[in-house]
Every structure is written in structure tokens, then in C-alpha cells.
């Protein structure tokens, strides 16, 4: 249930940021948050990552479809989900539709964070998914390990 309220509520703040940003910025129009460091912009990606891919935004929705079946999977085979699993896999399935509910209804992504030592500009979809990857990668290589190792000396 954890994983659940977590990805709906990713998908939520993300969309709500950026209903925010759309309805507050015009394209290219930024404001300074904090000094130096912290900036929104408006910029409305039409690709994928680093503006690759230009105008082909719908085609990668099968690609978040497909992101979201593998997770769900994923989750279904696992015989003990902790908070760093809940969280990991939340984190990638609620930026994945956050994102593709853009690329369905725009064919493009509202980006607006951008962090002045990051040369790109991001979104909260994109920062979930960042850390769900972190997370996910956590729990695989470290965590899962440690589990299989304390279950193995029983």
C-alpha cells in the first residue's frame, strides 16, 4: 500500500508543479529562487533527456509503459519489500507517468528546475526518478546482499 500512496503522490506533486509553472511562466521566462544557486525556468522539452530526440515525445510513452509493467513485475517477485524498495520503485513509476502524462497530453515535458552547477533543466518527475534509480540500485547491490547473506548464515 506504501508503494501505492507514494507513487500517486509523486504523480501529483509533479503534475501540480508544473500546472503551476504553466499557468505562472512563459516559455524562457526564469526566476532566481535562491541566489546563485537555485533558478526556475520555464522550458518545455519536446524529447527526452537533454533535449534529445526533438518533437518525438508521444513515441516514448510505450517506453514508460513498458518502465512501470517491468517495476510493477519486479515488485510481484520479491518475496520482502522494505522502505527503500517501496520508496525506489515509487519514486521510478510515479516520474515515469508523471512524465508520459506530458508526452500524452503536450508531446512534450515542462521543465523549470535547474540548479545553477546542472547544465540541464528538470522537473520533480525527473528528480524521482533520479533518486528511484539511486535507490533501487541501493537496495539491489548493498541491502538485497546483506538480506541474502544474513538468510544464508541461518
Known amino acids: 500500500m506504501r508503494f501505492y500512496i507514494l507513487a500517486i503522490l509523486v504523480i501529483l506533486f509533479d503534475q501540480a508543479s508544473k500546472i503551476w509553472i504553466r499557468f505562472h511562466f512563459a516559455v524562457g521566462e526564469q526566476m ?3 541566489p546563485g544557486i537555485l533558478y ?15 518533437g518525438y515525445g508521444r513515441l516514448f510513452v510505450p517506453i514508460a509503459v513498458l518502465v512501470v509493467a517491468f517495476i510493477l513485475y519486479y515488485r510481484s517477485q520479491l518475496k520482502t519489500k522494505g522502505i527503500i524498495v517501496d520508496l525506489g520503485t515509487a519514486l521510478l513509476v ?12 503536450y508531446n ?3 521543465d523549470f528546475i535547474h ?8 522537473n520533480l518527475a525527473d528528480y ?13 547491490f548493498f541491502l538485497r546482499r546483506n538480506r541474502t547473506k544474513q ?4
Open 94 to 105: 510515479g516520474g515515469a507517468i508523471g512524465n508520459a502524462i506530458d508526452r500524452v497530453l
Open 108 to 110: 512534450q515535458v515542462t
Open 128 to 140: 524521482a526518478i533520479n533518486l528511484g534509480i539511486i535507490l533501487f540500485l541501493i537496495d539491489n
Open 115 to 122: 540548479f545553477n552547477w546542472n547544465h540541464g533543466i528538470l
Open 40 to 54: 526556475l525556468i520555464r522550458y518545455e522539452n519536446a524529447g527526452i533527456a537533454f533535449s534529445m530526440l526533438q
Open 151 to 154: 538468510h544464508e548464515g541461518d
Open 32 to 34: 532566481e529562487v535562491w
